[in-house]
């Protein structure tokens, strides 16, 4: 857990806890020194933005979040599965064979730097991260890096997902349910 050091005065510290409620102060109220340090809010479930890379702009769920580095990851990472390809519109007037080829998805896999996500407020349903996960967990870690057991997971993760963006409910993104509604949907910017 990383620790800051800030020379704050009692106002500023009351400032703090109302715009960071996942910072956690230490010290007296009188001191002008006041140690934080960050709360954990990258949870598994949450919905991320990705920030770098080929998926830059890209939303995806976070999967496995370890904050602290190893031997072969020197950073904080990450392990998330996000959508490449949204599905696009659908109308009535269109025929099963349009709507179906429409609403495909592309899915893909990536360890990355905790640094290179912005964590939003949806988070995903608790079934929904424990079937991805539990697709995950069937391929070994060591097993992640060949080429044809990544593919047969995306493949899988891909019809998952698919299905879930068919028997998606309607709704505001307010209700917990529909709330996965935001992950299926195009990031406009």
Request: aromatic share 8%; net charge positive.
């Amino acid at each position: 857990m990383k620790m800051y050091w800030l020379i704050v005065d009692f106002k500023t510290q009351v400032y703090f806890r109302i715009i960071c409620p996942c910072i956690i102060l230490r010290g007296k109220q009188n001191d002008q020194q006041v140690c934080f340090e960050m709360g954990k809010f990258l949870k598994p479930g949450r919905l991320v933005v990705m920030l770098a890379g080929r998926q830059a702009g890209k939303k995806a769920i976070l999967i496995k979040a370890n904050e602290e580095t190893t031997k072969d990851c020197k950073f904080p990472n990450g392990l998330v599965v996000g959508i490449q390809r949204y599905p696009r519109k659908v109308t009535k007037r269109m025929g099963q064979k349009q709507i179906r080829k429409r609403t495909t998805l592309k899915v893909f896999i990536k360890q990355l730097n905790l640094n290179h996500i912005m964590p939003t407020r949806y988070r995903l349903e608790e079934s929904t991260l424990k079937e991805v996960r539990d697709r995950i967990e069937r391929v070994k870690e060591s097993e992640l890096k060949n080429v044809e057991k990544r593919k047969d997971l995306r493949k899988n993760l891909r019809k998952y997902l698919a299905e879930k963006y068919r028997t998606l409910p309607a709704g505001s993104l307010a209700d917990k349910k529909a709330q996965s509604r935001f992950l299926f949907s195009k990031l406009r910017f």
